[in-house]
């Protein structure tokens, strides 16, 4: 069974950081893509960054020169730092990963179950 463990959310003033976590267990190789995504109360589910395991990384416009997204491949945990942050970059956040299993040869993909940040004003 795949799992994707998130940590890290949590409430801080506006201007503040956090960093979260994103751990994926089970039996597979290393991820080849991981990301992050949010959904705010009454909105849809959006892209916040992904980072493949090359290292090529993808930013919503929203959060470029304020979050950045890691990757340790040998731990396969993703990472997003998130600086200057802003009441409205409250939401939910997601871990998403795709991944190879061992023994299979079909990708598949997989969410966390989600982590709350929320940001005062």
């Known amino acids: 069974q795949v799992q994707l463990v998130e940590s890290g959310g949590g409430l801080v003033q506006a201007g503040g950081s956090l960093r979260l976590s994103c751990a994926a267990s089970g039996n597979i190789f290393s991820p080849n893509v991981m990301g992050w995504y949010r959904q705010a109360p009454g909105k849809q589910r959006e892209l916040v960054a992904t980072?493949?395991?090359?290292?090529?990384?993808n930013y919503a416009d929203s959060v470029k020169g304020r979050f950045t997204i890691s990757t340790d491949n040998a731990k396969k945990t993703a990472y997003l730092q998130m600086n200057m942050l802003k009441p409205e970059d409250t939401a939910v956040y997601y871990c998403?990963?795709?991944?190879?299993?061992?023994?299979?040869?079909?990708?598949?993909?997989?969410w966390g179950q989600g982590t709350q940040v929320t940001v005062s004003s």
């Open positions: 998403t990963a795709t991944v190879l299993r061992i023994g299979t040869k079909t990708w598949e993909n997989h």
């Open positions: 980072i493949t395991s090359g290292g090529t990384t």
